[in-house]
């Protein structure tokens, strides 16, 4: 049984600020994301992960650093970086604010996953992308264990693919900064052992 861990990247100013990110803004952590990965660091440092995965960004390697530092296997790939918002990247956005952005995210609902902002990617562009890796990480030892620090509509996308769901199901998987779900994998089967578990937060 291969066992994922499977992280969404810590806190940033830009999350606060309710500023767009995506894959084309390349923030660090902040204050409380460094927090946020000391106490990750902190319940889950005797676990004997075999790989790390990052995305290429750099606040996903931020979030994972202090397993870096002991020398784990490590790649950092775009595979994993976040769906890219186009020309919404930088600004602020919510559905309230934007009919567009809620106009895609509606399309998204009812199963248009090659819907996109201007400029950006759709979710299906993000799932061929992801495809590379989940046939990588199939082939990592079966008894393995790995850990994952992507981004939160990547993530979203990568549950579906990992789990068989349609991607219109993705904001069924809900994210926090540096929250943790638990996936294991027996041949191609995936099951999710524990969802969105941030206890190691408190």
């Known amino acids: 049984?291969?066992?994922?861990?499977?992280?969404?990247?810590?806190?940033?100013?830009?999350?606060?600020?309710?500023?767009?990110?995506?894959?084309?803004?390349?923030?660090?952590?902040?204050?409380?994301?460094?927090r946020q990965a000391e106490?990750?660091?902190?319940?889950?440092?005797?676990?004997?992960?075999?790989?790390?995965?990052?995305?290429?960004?750099?606040?996903?390697?931020?979030?994972v650093q202090r397993f870096l530092a002991l020398g784990l296997p490590h790649e950092a790939t775009a595979a994993l970086n976040e769906i890219s918002?186009?020309?919404?990247?930088?600004?602020r956005?919510?559905?309230?604010?934007?009919?567009?952005?809620?106009?895609?995210?509606?399309?998204?609902?009812?199963?248009?996953?090659?819907?996109?902002?201007p400029g950006g990617e759709s979710p299906a562009q993000v799932a061929a992308r992801q495809r590379p890796f989940i046939e990588a990480l199939q082939r990592q030892p079966a008894?393995?264990?790995?850990?994952?620090?992507?981004?939160?509509?990547?993530l979203r996308v990568l549950l579906c693919?990992?789990?068989?769901?349609?991607?219109?199901?993705m904001d069924g998987f809900e994210h926090h900064n540096l929250g943790l779900y638990k996936?294991?994998?027996?041949g191609a089967r995936y099951t999710i052992r524990n969802f969105l578990n941030v206890s190691h937060l408190n």
């Open 161 to 169: 693919q990992l789990l068989g769901y349609p991607l219109r199901c």
């Open 183 to 186: 996936l294991h994998r027996i």
């Open 1 to 34: 049984m291969q066992q994922i861990y499977l992280l969404r990247h810590g806190q940033t100013d830009f999350n606060v600020q309710g500023i767009v990110q995506g894959s084309g803004i390349d923030s660090d952590l902040n204050a409380r994301g460094r």
């Open 143 to 154: 008894e393995g264990i790995v850990l994952v620090c992507m981004h939160g509509r990547a």
């Open 39 to 63: 106490l990750f660091w902190e319940r889950y440092k005797d676990v004997p992960f075999d790989r790390v995965y990052t995305s290429a960004l750099k606040r996903t390697q931020q979030s």
């Open 93 to 117: 956005i919510s559905p309230e604010e934007d009919a567009e952005y809620a106009h895609v995210l509606a399309e998204w609902l009812a199963g248009n996953e090659h819907a996109h902002l």
């Open 85 to 91: 918002w186009g020309t919404r990247e930088g600004s």
